[in-house]
């Protein structure tokens, strides 16, 4: 891979104490300057494996390389070159945003004139400069993650790593959010590893997208041409009587294998088109079942998912995660 802000991973593996798999054997390779969306549900291995890329965490097995630097073996430099938003953000409730600042850009060994300016800029930049002398105790959930986002840019990364970094925000902090990691690759040249469970989120930042389950790389490629490869649209029916639900299943499961579906409806991919449509009206009103609304989607990197897995991604991260229950380091 040509330039030096690529990511390149082989055979990269973690296993946990008791034999839980946490990752197992993936390859992939993000390109200098480009946004990567790692998806997948909880305990698939997307924190892990951020773990393992930003050194935090050490290879069961398998190599990978940032910047040109292999983390298992030269762990400092991999640091000074990546800035991290992990899904816990490392904040003082009794520093101030300023305080903040000083400590990161110290630990990094800048000047105190340097400090301060670049505290200035990044401040400006994620819309905290009127909070800046406030402790952070008293800041809300989307203004934490914009600040733990500024504080990873201190030292000019090259790869930046955000782990679900809008997870819990606010629609209006979850696009400035949004805005800023597309100008940072856009207008900096920054590499962006993103782990994220929103798919909407994929398809607007990611270049390209992997879907990893359980540990493994199901699919890779962009999100248009992950969807093309579905390639085919999938009709959604609610039932009026919520008590009709399997049987209208029942009739809709003659058009196509199951899709995702809000929670109150069903659907399928339509093996002959859209031009299907018309059959499925006349089969449910032959069955006389109503329908309180009948939808044609297109197909959706949550349509990939359940192609590659059987499952739905939306919603699936409500189980425990097994590299959270597995803590301990084998």
């Known amino acids: 891979m040509s ?33 990567y969306g ?39 430099q991999v640091r000074r070159v990546i800035g991290a938003a992990l899904q816990e953000a490392a904040l003082d409730n009794y520093l101030t945003a300023h305080e903040h600042f000083e400590l990161q850009a110290g630990l990094h060994g800048m000047a105190r004139k340097q400090r301060r300016a670049r505290a200035v800029e990044l401040l400006e930049r994620v819309g905290l400069t009127d909070a800046a002398d ?24 090259r790869v930046l790593f955000l782990d679900e970094p809008t997870t819990g925000l606010d629609p209006q902090s979850r696009s400035a959010l949004w805005e800023e990691v597309g100008r940072l690759a856009g207008d900096e040249g920054v590499t962006v590893f993103l782990t994220t469970q929103y798919l909407e989120e994929a398809d607007v930042l990611a270049d390209r997208v992997g879907i990893i389950d359980r540990g493994r790389i199901v699919a890779e490629g962009t999100p248009n041409a992950l969807k093309a490869a579905i390639g085919q649209s999938s009709v959604e029916a609610v039932p009026a009587d919520p008590r009709d639900r399997e049987r209208l299943a029942d009739v809709l499961s003659r058009f196509g294998e199951p899709a995702s579906a809000s929670p109150k409806g069903v659907a399928v991919r339509l093996g002959g088109g859209t031009e299907e449509l018309v059959d499925v009206v006349r089969a449910l009103d032959a069955a006389e079942l109503s329908v309180a609304g009948l939808q044609v989607h297109e197909p959706s990197l949550d349509d990939v998912f359940l192609a590659k897995t059987g499952r739905s991604l939306e919603g699936a991260g409500d189980q425990p995660a097994a590299e959270e229950r597995a803590a301990v380091p084998a």
């Open 38 to 76: 790692f998806l997948g549900p909880n305990g698939a291995g997307k924190s892990t494996t951020v773990l393992m890329l930003t050194t935090l965490l050490p290879p069961t097995g398998g190599s990978a390389t940032v910047a040109g630097f292999d983390v298992a073996g030269q762990g400092a």
């Open 134 to 157: 406030r402790k952070i105790g008293g800041y809300s959930g989307g203004m934490r993650r914009r600040l733990d986002l500024a504080l990873a840019l201190v030292h000019r990364p």
């Open 3 to 35: 330039g030096s802000n690529g990511i390149v991973v082989s055979g990269l593996r973690r296993e946990f104490r008791g034999g839980i798999k946490a990752v197992q054997g993936i390859d992939l390779e993000v390109a200098p300057g480009e946004i």
